[in-house]
């Protein structure tokens, strides 16, 4: 029994086009390239619609509108995409304080779901933060919030740092 079909197309670069000039920049210049379109954004950020809205050393702010494709089976926005746009906050928020040639990846990724997200929502934030970076490994936050600053997730996240 078919209703109401919905469809959504996107397209996307090659992500290893991008990926080729990470190291050869530091980590705000890269992401200031692919704010200003001198380098793609990731596939990830078409999938699923997020946009970054601020760029700053130690400082990223990714940003979506809840929608209905976002949604799981219980009709709410999916636990992992909103994951995914705190993972997203918290590495470039780590990636923008990083000098040329050096890389990262996350170890452990944590998130705490305080509030359901609908298509009810305003426009959500994703406010990444770092709250230790050292040598080899980095510590990062980001809080998933509203235009008044109501918290609906959590997340923190380990980080190991290289050089390559």
């Known amino acids: 029994m078919k209703t ?3 469809e959504r197309t996107f397209q996307w670069d090659n992500p290893m086009e991008g990926a ?3 190291l050869q ?4 210049a890269y ?7 001198q380098i793609p954004f990731p596939p990830l950020l078409h999938t699923l619609d997020f946009k970054p809205t601020l760029l700053e050393k130690g400082k990223v702010i990714f940003s979506f ?3 209905e494709f976002h949604y799981n089976p219980i009709g709410s926005v999916h636990g992992g995409v909103i994951s995914a746009i705190l993972d997203s906050a918290m ?3 780590l990636h923008s304080i ?4 050096t890389g990262y990846t996350t170890l452990e990724l944590k998130v705490n779901f305080l509030k359901a997200v609908t298509t009810k929502n305003e426009e959500l934030h994703a406010v990444g933060k770092i709250i230790h970076a050292g040598g080899r490994t980095a510590l990062v936050e980001a809080q998933l919030i509203d235009n008044n600053n109501t918290v609906y997730a959590h ?3 380990t980080c190991m740092i290289f050089k390559s």
């Open 155 to 157: 997340g923190v996240s």
């Open 20 to 22: 080729k000039q990470a």
């Open 98 to 101: 990083l000098d040329a040639g």
């Open 31 to 37: 992401l200031q390239a692919m704010s200003d379109g």
């Open 91 to 93: 590495g470039c928020t």
């Open 65 to 67: 509108q809840p929608q």
């Open 25 to 28: 920049m530091s980590g705000l």
């Open 4 to 6: 109401n079909n919905r």
